[in-house]
């Protein structure tokens, strides 16, 4: 389909373990925009990009969190050492330019055990 | 800390009745969003709403921003069982509109 895509779509791994996790963009979106969001909340907003570059990333929640676009199109987002805290849906999202409609994916369901 | 509070929590009705669900913040949005998402999929933007005392329709849904553009209301005449999902309000404070922030949801149920 011509949606966002994200991949996987789950994800258990290990507490201390490095995952990534993938979106793939609408087709000609600039803006890129990741949340996360935990059972019984709304999404909390990440970082966005903005073409290759990080225009907002205020959302992170430390440094294990980090999250790359190096083509302007799919993004990766990357969480080291991980932690049971960390467990959430990691939605991706993606608009033609800022401020315009955003396109949300099916999110990445992460466990952390 | 800027909050979006959305009420009711739950909320559980017949098919056929009508619900009016509430997002409030103490702060001014510049935009306001409604969003609704279902089990296993993304948010899907309803409606944005950005003029104080605007109000818009979508078919069975009428939006209403507040004059003072603290609070917002979403009413659903007719409830069908296809309503059914997660309602999340989003406000912007910023100019710039970009970064929304999501209140918890309002979680509706349709029984038929």
């Known amino acids: 389909g011509a949606g966002v895509s994200q991949t996987p779509s789950n994800k258990v791994t290990e507490k201390g373990k490095y995952v990534e996790l993938r979106c793939d963009p609408i087709s000609g979106h600039t803006a890129l925009y990741w949340y996360r969001q935990s059972l019984g909340q709304g999404p909390e907003f990440l970082i966005y990009?903005?073409?290759?570059?990080?225009?907002?990333d205020s959302g992170l929640p430390n440094d294990r969190f980090f999250a790359v676009r190096p083509e302007g199109s799919v993004s990766t987002l990357k969480i080291q050492r991980t932690e049971r805290g960390d467990s959430a849906v990691y939605l991706c999202?993606?608009?033609?330019?800022?401020?315009?409609?955003?396109?949300f994916g099916p999110g990445t369901r992460l466990t952390v055990l | 800390t800027q909050l979006l509070e959305q009420s009711p929590q739950f909320l559980s009705i017949q098919e056929g009745e009508n619900l009016t669900v509430y997002c409030n913040s103490s702060?001014?949005?510049?935009?306001l969003q409604w969003y609704r998402q279902e089990p296993g999929e993304g948010p899907v933007l309803l409606v944005t709403v950005v003029t104080g005392g605007e109000v818009k329709k979508l078919k069975r849904l009428t939006f209403q921003f507040g004059d003072a553009r603290k609070d917002s209301s979403l009413h659903i005449t007719a409830a069908q069982t296809g309503d059914t999902g997660l309602y999340l309000c989003a406000g912007a404070w910023d100019n710039y509109g970009q970064n929304f922030v999501f209140g918890p949801g309002t979680r509706l149920s349709v029984l038929p």
């Open positions: 999202a993606s608009s033609l330019l800022l401020r315009d409609t955003q396109y």
């Open positions: 702060s001014v949005f510049s935009s």
């Open positions: 990009f903005q073409g290759t570059g990080a225009a907002d």
